[in-house]
């Protein structure tokens, strides 16, 4: 089984900024891309970055600029690093990584963590 547990979620002002880390751990053989998502009640949730076991990344619009995404293949963790919060970056934030559970590629699916709340007052 694969574990994945996000920390780093707060309350922060308008211009602040928040480190967000979510940490692979179990039966792990590789991660392959890793994401952040995050989701407002009732709606859908949303892709905010994407980072590629090489380090390629990928970000949302709404995002670009102010968010980085970045791995440690060392010790299977994503992180994102927001700065110039907005109100409008209030959600629950998930991590989500595919991870191969053995050295076939088919093993390969996608995991999901909790979910940790970001709260950016005006």
């Known amino acids: 089984q694969v574990q994945l547990v996000e920390s780093g979620g707060g309350l922060v002002q308008a211009g602040g900024s928040l480190r967000l880390s979510c940490a692979a751990s179990?039966?792990?053989?590789?991660?392959?891309?890793m994401y952040w998502y995050r989701q407002a009640l009732r709606k859908q949730r949303e892709l905010v970055a994407s980072?590629?076991?090489?380090?390629?990344?990928d970000y949302a619009d709404s995002v670009k600029g102010r968010f980085t995404i970045s791995r440690d293949n060392a010790k299977n963790m994503v992180y994102l690093q927001m700065n110039s919060l907005k109100t409008e970056d209030t959600d629950v934030y998930y991590c989500?990584?595919?991870?191969?559970?053995?050295?076939?590629?088919?093993?390969?699916?996608?995991?999901w963590g909790q979910g940790t709340q970001v709260t950016v007052s005006s």
């Open positions: 179990g039966t792990i053989v590789r991660v392959n891309t």
């Open positions: 980072i590629g076991r090489s380090g390629y990344t």
């Open positions: 989500k990584a595919d991870v191969q559970t053995t050295q076939s590629i088919s093993s390969a699916r996608g995991y």
